[in-house]
């Protein structure tokens, strides 16, 4: 198969825009992304189109694919809609990967789109609770936050966590995402604020979740045949991985790992020919904060029971081994639920080639994102690479 580039991304601000509707979301989002191209792009050049939502509400159901795309210029390619809870635009952007590495496309955009904050609440609560088992789950009674709350206190019971540890990982992408003019809470936080916000679901509290937004993201990938066409100093796509899970949290070996995150990781890694020590940052999914930490194991940067360590020495900090989240992460960036993993591969992209601002990783030649479905019934992971200049 023919190698993938992203040559273009971009997102537009994730938070509470209730007079935008989720057209209008990701047509900002898609001319974001041809804006960033280097040597620029005609919408007539784009082969296909992939969108992520989960569709809150019922509202972006349907033809919501094509909808959003012919709002946004793009007429007549093939446009669709994948949904996979959380994860949908990170599958959005594997699919235009594929779309580009298989040969049928040699120019694709991958993007996701949500519109939350105008849902009733009592909308929201159940358009999220189907993120999870809906069966035994969610008409039981348990929530989003409750589910990764059991994971949680799991995880406590088993290793040597704290909340302060949770709440350590708020104030990192607190202070990560008050440098990040697109994020949706990008405030700086304390640890004593942090660890003392109301409860939502024991032991996660306020500052261990993040907020329900609006926004919208979009990726151009390019095949090898024509990415010169638009940029000298092209972002690889080097390895790509996605893996499933029981969708149930009771129906696992464990609480206290995603077996998704896992193999997707190594899948990815495979594909690079890289480890997890050689990655420069990463991007992921921190939904809760106990999320954070899963996945500095599942991804392979520390053993079992070691992520509350990595915390305390700063190995996860901006200026760290391995700096993780520096967008703010899911936590302060913001979770439009579809547009997530796109805007996850679009700080990558910004990382990668140097226009991150102020909260720019140096010399940052090797990125992860890591975008999780639910409680991780699903999970994909992209390794990118800055390549030199061709």
């Known amino acids: 198969m023919r190698d993938a580039y992203i040559i273009g991304a971009g997102q537009t601000p994730f938070g509470a825009m209730p007079d935008k509707s989720y057209r209008s979301l990701f047509t900002s989002a898609v001319a974001a992304a041809v804006s960033s191209v280097p040597n620029g792009i005609d919408d007539d050049e784009i082969d296909e189109a992939v969108v992520g939502s989960l569709g809150v509400g019922g509202r972006q159901l349907g033809l919501s694919g094509p909808a959003a795309t012919e709002h946004a210029g793009l007429h007549g390619i093939p446009s669709s809609r994948i ?11 594997r699919q235009a990967v594929q779309a580009v590495k298989s040969g049928m496309a040699d120019v694709a955009i991958g993007g996701g789109v949500e519109s939350m904050t105008d849902m009733s609440s009592d909308v929201t609560k159940y358009w999220l609770g ?21 994971m949680a206190s799991a995880y406590m019971d088993k290793y040597d966590a704290t909340t302060e540890h949770l709440s350590m990982v708020a104030v990192k992408n607190h202070a990560n995402g008050a440098k990040n003019p697109k994020a949706h809470l990008g405030f700086e936080c304390s640890l004593e604020d942090a660890v003392n916000a109301p409860v939502v679901a024991d032991p996660l509290n306020l500052y261990h979740c993040c907020p329900t937004s609006d926004g919208g993201a979009a990726v151009l990938v390019a095949s090898e045949d024509v990415v010169d066409q638009y940029t000298d100093d092209p972002i690889r796509v080097a390895g790509v991985g996605a893996a499933s899970e029981r969708v149930g949290l009771f129906q696992r070996d ?3 790992a995603i077996s998704s995150s896992e193999s997707a990781a190594q899948s990815a890694y495979d594909q690079a020919g890289i480890d997890p020590g050689d990655l420069d940052f990463a991007e992921v999914h921190d939904c809760f904060a106990i999320a954070e930490l899963l996945a500095y194991e599942d991804l392979g940067f520390c053993d079992r029971g070691k992520a509350p360590s990595m915390l305390e020495d700063g190995k996860t900090e901006l200026d760290g081994e391995i700096p993780v989240n520096a967008s703010g992460g899911l936590k302060s960036k913001g979770h439009p639920i579809g547009a997530t993993g796109a ?18 990783v140096e010399d940052a030649t090797l990125g992860l994102t890591h975008n999780v479905g639910g409680s991780g019934g699903g999970a994909v992971v992209h390794v990118l690479e800055r390549e030199v200049a061709r």
């Open 83 to 93: 949904e996979n809870a959380c994860a949908a635009s990170g599958y959005a952007v």
């Open 130 to 150: 189907v993120s999870g088992e809906t069966e035994w789950e969610r008409l039981t009674g348990t929530t989003f936050s409750g589910v990764y709350a059991q």
């Open 254 to 256: 464990t609480y206290t």
């Open 343 to 360: 805007g996850q591969v679009t700080e990558a992209f910004k990382q990668l080639s140097g226009k991150a601002g102020d909260r720019q």
